[in-house]
Structures are given as C-alpha cells and as structure tokens.
C-alpha cells in the first residue's frame, strides 16, 4: 500500500526556515502528482501547495506564494517543501498527500488517496 512519511517539521522562529521533506512508496511516485496540505488546532485541513508528475508545474495556496516552494526528486521518490521568511499563522501539522487520481492535482482533500502522518511546524513570534 501507499506510505509517505514526512520529515523536517520542528520549532523556528518568525522569519526562519524550514524544509519538509516526504518520502514515498508503495505508488510509482514519477507517474504521480502531489501536495502539501497544512492543519491548525480548530481549523480545517487546507491546501498548501502541489507538484505534477514531472515537476513541470506548481500550484501554491495564496497565503504562502512567494515564500514557499514545492519541488520533487522522482529518482528518489521524494517530494520537498521549502518554506521561507515563516510566520506565526504558519503554524500547523503539514501532511503529504497523494491524489486517488494519479494526474489529478491534489488541491482539496477529496481528492487525496493518501496521506502522511504529519509533521509539526510551530513558527514563534
């Protein structure tokens, strides 16, 4: 079956860095697209950003363009999200997602047929 697993999460403050990193088997990662969703305590799972197949084009949720980047290596099955000049409303568990449809661009959680278990970014003030 599909198993992503994100890594990268963790404490930074407002301004900082971070890269996300997500690894994945059990799919042919090179023939699907992917994505990044984000979840607050209260609030629902939202999208962040997501990649086609080839990495050819990029989708990013207003609220993070410019200073977020997804991008893909397919030779190692991997899917990344650089994530710049942070700030605290970024705060959130960050899930990998994999759409049921493998050309589909996962950009809402119907569409997802997969998601990690999460990682946490908490960016302080």
């Known amino acids: 079956q599909v198993q992503l697993v994100e890594s990268g999460g963790g404490l930074v403050q407002a301004g900082g860095s971070l890269r996300l990193s997500c690894a994945a088997s059990?799919?042919?990662?090179?023939?699907?697209?992917m994505g990044w969703f984000r979840q607050s305590p209260g609030k629902e799972r939202e999208f962040v950003a997501a990649?086609?197949?080839?990495?050819?084009?990029?989708y990013y949720a207003d609220s993070v363009k410019g200073r977020f980047t997804i991008s893909r290596d397919n030779a190692k099955n991997t899917v990344y999200l650089q994530m710049n000049s942070l700030k605290p409303e970024d705060t959130a568990v960050y899930f990998c997602?994999?759409?049921?449809?493998?050309?589909?661009?996962?950009?809402?959680?119907?569409?997802?047929?997969?998601w990690g278990q999460g990682t946490q970014v908490t960016v302080s003030s």
């Open positions: 059990g799919l042919t990662f090179g023939t699907y697209a």
């Open positions: 990649i086609t197949y080839s990495g050819s084009n990029t």
């Open positions: 997602a994999a759409p049921r449809v493998r050309y589909v661009i996962p950009r809402s959680p119907p569409t997802v047929g997969s």
